[in-house]
């Protein structure tokens, strides 16, 4: 009886420490965030407000990483008239100009035609978990759900190419 009393309370230690230690998926993540750092991203956890799609009685609302990267090149000018707009992944009747697949959410016929065919080049190299895309006077932002790990760099090399080309 007492090797089984003993044999129980070593099993509940050991499960313990299985329970606190990450999951691959977890280590993953970390890795992943870690690495978007030198890349001038900033990561954090936002939810996002879907509106409502073809064939749906309500949006839904979403909790996913935010890959952020800072905008430094508008001045205060630019800032104050920045047109910021706010795009995703479905199918809406708001998707005017935008290469077919993604939507808007806010900011619909505020770029010109020279930004929309950017904006459009730039959706078209996304990866296909990026599920929305966002422009600030402060930042620009892609919600990625983090699938795959080279994707990270050719999501810093669009939003790059967004700030950069001030859309």
């Known amino acids: 009886m007492k090797w089984l009393i003993i044999i129980f309370i070593v099993m509940s230690l050991i499960g313990s420490v299985m329970w606190v230690m990450p999951t691959p998926r977890q280590r993953f993540q970390a890795q992943l965030r870690l690495r978007a750092k030198p ?13 409502r799609q073809r064939g749906e009685v309500e949006g839904e609302t979403l909790s996913v990483p935010v890959y952020r990267m800072q905008r430094l090149n508008l ?8 047109k910021g707009w706010q795009l995703f992944r479905g199918e809406t009747l708001a998707n005017e100009g935008l290469t077919e697949g993604w939507s808007w959410i806010k900011g619909e016929r505020t770029l010109s035609d020279a930004a929309m065919s950017l904006l459009n080049q730039v959706l078209s190299q996304m990866p296909s978990d990026v599920i929305a895309l ?22 810093a090399e669009q939003l790059k190419t967004l700030i950069e080309q001030r859309v």
Do not use: C, M, Y
């Open 39 to 51: 890349l001038g991203l900033h990561v954090q956890l936002a939810n996002l407000q879907l509106p």
């Open 75 to 82: 001045n205060r000018d630019e800032k104050a008239n920045w």
């Open 134 to 155: 966002e422009s600030t006077p402060t930042h620009a932002s892609a919600f990625w759900q983090e699938g795959e790990d080279e994707d990270l760099e050719r999501i």
